[in-house]
């Protein structure tokens, strides 16, 4: 059996990125209309700040446009903040100022000199762009070019032009620009005091175009059918967006069929990163020279790495990226900081609910603060902001946790183990039981991954209650009895199963969830609700909410190699091991552990024909087809998920 885990990854040659933090963090146009951004502070930057625009030369020649904005008051001196991304920093033009200059408005407040950057190749930046550009380790002169060079000679040239700096410099990232931030660290320079990837992506392979192989379809459509159209020329407008037509997403991409019409009917090959993805469904050479983490090391600067336990594109690359940091980096100051948060959750809202998971205070406002204090003791040399090596939020107990490291010492490796009758328990199948739990895949009726009606990743959809898909025929549910103590899991889950099919080719996907009491109101509670009349108030009850904790989905043709995929032997025993990454969750005392097994996940993973083709982007019509697919759980294979319990 192999293990598809972050070690095995990280042992393969070099490979490394996203979609919506391009309107969060840079286009102004959509942040002017986003929650978090004090009316009048448009006109507070305006007033506060001068715009100057350069084109900074590179040591090959090739000139990045770069906006900068020098805070009026010249009394002192300030660091710079060096923002890079390949989503435009506009508006463009001298007179022309965005809303929101740093990561969020108290940054703008606090004075910095704020760098922005069109990347190689994007907007207005001369040279070419390359998505997720390999990382040239050996450099032999000025034509060998990385985003890691590029930073290097952006700070140098500020350093020589730019007038009020303290001589040091921050830079940061979301998504995207978290690539461009966590290259930036890469060799240092030495003015590089502190860098902060958030929701950075580290492998493209792993960061939201794949999951263990299972492409990610509406990621991957809806981003490249505009980020992927070429730029010819120096711009300073976007492609328009792709029109799907409908709201239903889940329709749409039925309706298209197998993903070989996506060129056929709308991309016309003329997407070209589509055409490689389309060309590489395997993790060859192409992926693999786009993974950044190998090659996180010389790092000097302190690193706070950011990400979200609810982020559906990018919960791999912050993870990855702070443990290679940890790893090849001895001695600096490396945090990492997991909320509860979607994609960029922590930038501009409160933080206090996800969909209908609630946290219990403004999660997103107490990092903000913690970030501020990270950048001003490293930039303007102010109190040590008392970071832990790790801060980490408890979901279920809602708090944040401090640990030395992670995943967190002390941690008990415990498996939970399916049993007949749709039992769970730590303990295994007795030693005469056998048993096989079976249920039907069909590709034109695929499990849907979200009830809400969306052509986009539906945002909410990892909280989301999953009573709609335990009730399908084709989804297996496995339930503890309710616990008696509360149970911590920390660290990474790792599904073991055994599996068959009657096809040749099938997903397998793993969701963890809490599901709460019949009720969650005391009897009084209940009593005064039946008394009011009108809409019901007051404290809603989640009788039975099965809240999703963390799902995972693994391409079965990688079972075993994601380098070089092979079918499955009809109605044969396989083994699957694949990690569904790492979680920091409590289950309550009375709550159950549910573990759902299923073989669509739709459309968030695009449609697996179920007969084997060696290249699924080639798949026709004929190729779908209705299999059953069966879950073995007996001494001899004792499926189920292994976790790490947390002392109390």
Same mark, same amino acid.
């Given at each position: 059996?192999?293990?598809?885990?972050?070690?095995?990854?990280?042992?393969?040659?070099?490979?490394?990125?996203?979609?919506?933090?391009?309107?969060?963090?840079?286009?102004?146009?959509?942040?002017?209309?986003?929650?978090?951004?004090?009316?009048?502070?448009?006109?507070?930057?305006?007033?506060?700040?001068?715009?100057?625009?350069?084109?900074?030369?590179?040591?090959?020649?090739?000139?990045?446009?770069?906006?900068?904005?020098?805070?009026?008051?010249?009394?002192?001196?300030?660091?710079?903040?060096?923002?890079?991304?390949?989503?435009?920093? +506009?508006?463009?033009?001298?007179?022309?100022?965005?809303?929101?200059?740093?990561?969020?408005?108290?940054?703008?407040?606090?004075?910095?000199?704020?760098?922005?950057?069109?990347?190689?190749?994007?907007?207005?930046?001369?040279?070419?762009?390359?998505?997720?550009?390999?990382?040239?380790?050996?450099?032999?002169?000025?034509?060998?070019?990385?985003?890691?060079?590029?930073?290097?000679?952006?700070?140098?040239?500020?350093?020589?032009?730019?007038?009020?700096?303290?001589?040091?410099?921050?830079?940061?990232?979301?998504?995207?620009?978290?690539?461009?931030?966590?290259?930036?660290?890469?060799?240092?320079?030495?003015?590089?005091?502190?860098?902060?990837?958030?929701?950075?992506?580290?492998?493209?392979?792993?960061?939201?175009?794949?999951?263990?192989?299972?492409?990610?379809?509406?990621?991957?459509?809806?981003?490249?059918?505009?980020?992927?159209?070429?730029?010819?020329?120096?711009?300073?407008?976007?492609?328009?967006?792709?029109?799907?037509?409908?709201?239903?997403?889940?329709?749409?991409?039925?309706?298209?069929?197998?993903?070989?019409?996506?060129?056929?009917?709308?991309?016309?090959?003329?997407?070209?990163?589509?055409?490689?993805?389309?060309?590489?469904?395997?993790?060859?050479?192409?992926?693999?020279?786009?993974?950044?983490?190998?090659?996180?090391?010389?790092?000097?600067?302190?690193?706070?790495?950011?990400?979200?336990?609810?982020?559906?594109?990018?919960?791999?690359?912050?993870?990855?990226?702070?443990?290679?940091?940890?790893?090849?980096?001895?001695?600096?100051?490396?945090?990492?900081?997991?909320?509860?948060?979607?994609?960029?959750?922590?930038?501009?809202?409160?933080?206090?609910?996800?969909?209908?998971?609630?946290?219990?205070?403004?999660?997103?406002?107490?990092?903000?603060?913690?970030?501020?204090?990270?950048?001003?003791?490293?930039?303007?040399?102010?109190?040590?902001?008392?970071?832990?090596?790790?801060?980490?939020?408890?979901?279920?107990?809602?708090?944040?946790?401090?640990?030395?490291a992670w995943p967190p010492g002390g941690v008990e490796q415990r498996k939970l183990f399916l049993h007949a009758a749709g039992g769970l328990a730590f303990s295994p199948p007795p030693a005469d039981s056998a048993g096989v739990d079976e249920y039907p895949s069909d590709p034109a009726k695929p499990v849907p991954y979200t009830m809400e009606i969306t052509t986009r990743w539906a945002r909410d959809y990892m909280t989301e209650d999953q009573r709609f898909a335990a009730r399908r025929p084709d989804v297996l549910v496995y339930a503890s009895e309710p616990l008696e103590e509360d149970l911590t899991l920390a660290g990474p889950l790792t599904a073991e199963l055994w599996v068959s099919t009657t096809g040749t080719a099938s997903d397998f996907v793993?969701?963890?969830?809490?599901?709460?009491?019949?009720?969650?109101?005391?009897?009084?509670?209940?009593?005064?609700?039946?008394?009011?009349?009108?809409?019901?108030?007051?404290?809603?009850?989640? +009788?039975?909410?099965?809240?999703?904790?963390?799902?995972?989905?693994?391409?079965?043709?990688?079972?075993?190699?994601?380098?070089?995929?092979?079918?499955?032997?009809?109605?044969?025993?396989?083994?699957?091991?694949?990690?569904?990454?790492?979680?920091?969750?409590?289950?309550?005392?009375?709550?159950?552990?549910?573990?759902?097994?299923?073989?669509?996940?739709?459309?968030?993973?695009?449609?697996?024909?179920?007969?084997?083709?060696?290249?699924?982007?080639?798949?026709?019509?004929?190729?779908?087809?209705?299999?059953?697919?069966?879950?073995?759980?007996?001494?001899?294979?004792?499926?189920?998920?292994?976790?790490?319990?947390?002392?109390?």
């Amino acid at each position: 059996m192999r293990v598809h885990s972050r070690a095995s990854r990280r042992r393969r040659p070099a490979s490394a990125a996203t979609l919506l933090v391009a309107l969060l963090a840079s286009a102004p146009a959509a942040l002017a209309q986003r929650p978090g951004i004090p009316e009048g502070h448009a006109e507070y930057v305006r007033s506060h700040y001068t715009k100057f625009e350069h084109r900074v030369p590179m040591r090959d020649g090739v000139e990045l446009f770069t906006a900068v904005y020098l805070p009026n008051d010249t009394s002192k001196s300030y660091p710079m903040l060096l923002f890079r991304t390949p989503y435009s920093i +506009g508006p463009y033009g001298a007179d022309k100022y965005r809303e929101l200059l740093g990561p969020n408005p108290e940054y703008d407040k606090e004075g910095f000199i704020f760098v922005l950057q069109d990347v190689r190749g994007r907007f207005l930046s001369e040279g070419e762009f390359v998505n997720m550009r390999p990382h040239v380790a050996e450099k032999s002169g000025p034509g060998d070019v990385d985003e890691s060079t590029d930073t290097w000679d952006t700070i140098e040239w500020l350093l020589d032009h730019i007038p009020g700096h303290n001589g040091r410099v921050g830079q940061w990232g979301v998504s995207y620009p978290g690539f461009y931030a966590s290259a930036g660290a890469i060799d240092s320079h030495a003015a590089l005091k502190a860098v902060s990837p958030q929701a950075p992506i580290a492998d493209w392979f792993w960061d939201d175009m794949h999951h263990h192989g299972a492409f990610i379809l509406p990621l991957a459509f809806n981003f490249f059918s505009s980020f992927g159209v070429a730029r010819p020329e120096p711009t300073t407008e976007w492609p328009e967006r792709f029109d799907h037509g409908t709201p239903d997403g889940y329709q749409f991409f039925l309706d298209l069929g197998p993903l070989g019409n996506v060129n056929e009917r709308y991309f016309k090959g003329e997407i070209d990163f589509w055409n490689r993805v389309v060309a590489h469904p395997n993790y060859d050479e192409f992926w693999q020279s786009r993974n950044i983490l190998p090659h996180l090391e010389n790092i000097s600067a302190a690193v706070m790495t950011v990400g979200g336990w609810f982020d559906t594109e990018d919960l791999y690359g912050p993870l990855e990226t702070y443990r290679s940091i940890e790893e090849n980096n001895p001695g600096i100051a490396n945090t990492l900081v997991m909320g509860p948060w979607p994609h960029g959750g922590w930038r501009l809202g409160g933080g206090e609910a996800l969909g209908s998971a609630e946290f219990g205070f403004k999660t997103a406002e107490f990092f903000r603060d913690l970030e501020l204090r990270f950048f001003k003791h490293h930039l303007k040399e102010e109190a040590d902001p008392d970071l832990p090596e790790a801060l980490v939020f408890e979901t279920g107990a809602n708090r944040w946790r401090r640990f030395d490291a992670w995943p967190p010492g002390g941690v008990e490796q415990r498996k939970l183990f399916l049993h007949a009758a749709g039992g769970l328990a730590f303990s295994p199948p007795p030693a005469d039981s056998a048993g096989v739990d079976e249920y039907p895949s069909d590709p034109a009726k695929p499990v849907p991954y979200t009830m809400e009606i969306t052509t986009r990743w539906a945002r909410d959809y990892m909280t989301e209650d999953q009573r709609f898909a335990a009730r399908r025929p084709d989804v297996l549910v496995y339930a503890s009895e309710p616990l008696e103590e509360d149970l911590t899991l920390a660290g990474p889950l790792t599904a073991e199963l055994w599996v068959s099919t009657t096809g040749t080719a099938s997903d397998f996907v793993v969701k963890l969830v809490d599901v709460a009491p019949p009720s969650t109101l005391t009897a009084a509670e209940r009593r005064a609700r039946r008394a009011r009349r009108g809409p019901p108030s007051g404290p809603e009850d989640r +009788g039975n909410h099965q809240m999703l904790v963390r799902a995972e989905v693994l391409r079965g043709r990688f079972r075993n190699s994601y380098e070089n995929p092979e079918p499955f032997v009809p109605d044969q025993v396989a083994a699957l091991e694949f990690e569904l990454q790492d979680v920091l969750h409590t289950f309550k005392r009375g709550h159950r552990v549910m573990i759902q097994i299923q073989s669509s996940w739709f459309p968030f993973v695009d449609r697996n024909p179920q007969k084997y083709v060696p290249n699924i982007f080639e798949a026709t019509e004929q190729d779908f087809i209705r299999v059953t697919n069966r879950v073995h759980r007996s001494p001899e294979h004792p499926s189920g998920i292994r976790v790490g319990v947390l002392p109390r």
